[in-house]
């Protein structure tokens, strides 16, 4: 594409524009107008799997069953329609077309990184390390070993209960000017905010199990060990923290459902069975949580679950980037609720984010009411109670984070791209599109 002398974003917005109408046209071209009617069959049998899975999750017994039988019979049924009427290999192309312009539009849209200047490296840094951790990534990957032979101090955690914050309290009292954490999300989160509060470099290195932080810093979970470049070879970069009622998350916050599941004694070694368990009473129960929110002046009742995250999360549901954030540093809490309260309003959910029970927004503060002294919440993952009323806010670029060169190259962005911006592009309208450059 260099070659053509077209500017780089130009020509991936033009192959995004080719790849979209393509897809559009397969369909088109195999069954002319009827292909809307395949259209509508394959979003009935959505609606179905919606219906079958809200089934499925609130109730029990005989009516679990039968939710869970239409989960599974309704898209089969779809596929061996279009497969008997010659659609399938037509559908499987116009997705494939369609999962080609969304990546090509991504990196139409990517913002311009600005090159972070190479940080120092640290003197006295420290580390606290979690063995017991994403099943044992500590030891598997040798950490302890290979961060003392960079020069870190290692504390290992040891089995029941210790004050993460006041190991790294102590740490920076002993002269620390780094403080690095291999473990959780939880525990990521309790040594930020001590980093945060004596404005020290924070190191992340992904040891736990899923590492949603990790990962939207541009880490590589599969070799947690390559954190440890960011001590020689490092660049720092500058990222919000959340709080909720004053605790500090790296992650989200969640109310409602999916606190209350997290909350029961059984689910941390039990986790699918406990939350079927719940379930049917928590969503269609005479005690299912409904929660209040106001969030910089939006107001929403009755909701089933809210989450709210340190900057937005890309989509409600991403199967290609679960969980993911473009930006770490928008300075924004981005809050998703949920209010399904039957059947008929689950299947409305495959309209996305128009469906009438989702609500999706962006603010400065969320205030989560209720009609209890204390809320249920899950606070990157660890159950706790946290008095009413909730308040939660976003404190814009309080956390340094230190890591390897390579990993600003790996951040990308994601989410439904936006199609006139690309169209613009691909007609050669850069002013229209503005650039940022972000950490």
Excluded at 192 to 218: K, Q, Y
Excluded at 229 to 245: P, S
Excluded at 315 to 324: M, N, Y
Excluded at 351 to 367: F, I, K, S
């Amino acid at each position: 594409m260099a070659r053509t002398g077209v500017p780089r974003d130009a020509a991936w917005a033009r192959l995004a524009l080719l790849a979209l109408t393509a897809g559009a046209l397969v369909p088109l071209a195999a069954a002319g107008p009827r292909s809307v009617l395949w259209v509508l069959l394959g979003l009935a049998g959505l609606a179905l799997a919606a219906m079958g899975l809200w089934w499925t999750l609130a109730h029990s017994g005989t009516v679990r069953l039968l939710g869970a039988a239409l989960c599974v019979a309704a898209p089969l049924t779809v596929l061996a329609l279009y497969a008997a009427g010659g659609m399938l290999g037509p559908a499987v192309a116009s997705l494939a077309l369609w999962a080609l312009a969304v990546g090509a539009a991504r990196t139409a849209l990517a913002p311009a990184t600005a090159e972070p200047e190479h940080a120092p490296r640290p003197v006295r840094p420290w580390a606290l390390m979690n063995p017991r951790s994403g099943g044992g990534k500590v030891d598997r990957f040798r950490l302890a070993d290979r961060a003392r032979a960079a020069g870190v101090r290692v504390t290992l955690l040891g089995p029941g209960h210790q004050d993460v914050a006041a190991l790294a309290e102590d740490a920076v009292r002993d002269g620390a000017d780094l403080l690095a954490v291999a473990g959780g999300d939880g525990t990521q989160a309790l040594v930020a905010e001590v980093a945060a509060r004596h404005h020290l470099p924070f190191l992340v290195v992904p040891a736990g199990t899923r590492n949603h932080f990790a990962l939207d810093l541009g880490l590589d979970r599969d070799d947690p060990a390559k954190a440890l470049d960011a001590l020689t070879d490092g660049v720092e970069l500058r990222v919000d923290l959340g709080f909720a009622a004053g605790r500090v998350f790296v992650n989200n916050a969640s109310f409602g459902t999916y606190a209350e599941v997290v909350g029961d004694p059984a689910y941390r070694d039990e986790k699918r069975r406990t939350a079927l368990r719940m379930m049917p009473g928590l969503l269609s129960g005479p005690s299912a949580p409904r929660l209040r929110m106001l969030a910089d002046g939006t107001r929403a009742d009755g909701l089933q679950a809210l989450l709210v995250s340190n900057n937005p999360y890309l989509r409600a549901v991403d199967a290609s980037r679960p969980g993911r954030r473009e930006r770490l540093d928008s300075g924004r809490l981005g809050v998703l609720g949920v209010r399904v309260e039957g059947a008929v309003r689950a299947a409305g959910m495959v309209r996305g984010p128009r469906a009438a029970g989702l609500l999706r927004l962006t603010a400065g503060e969320v205030v989560v009411e209720a009609d209890t002294a204390a809320v249920p919440a899950g606070v990157d993952g660890e159950h706790v109670l946290l008095p009413a009323p909730v308040v939660c806010r976003i404190a814009p670029g309080a956390l340094r984070v230190r890591v390897p060169r390579d990993a600003v190259r790996t951040r990308r962005g994601g989410g439904a791209p936006d199609w006139l911006r690309v169209a613009r592009l691909a007609l050669g309208r850069r002013g229209s599109v503005p650039r940022r450059s972000r950490p």
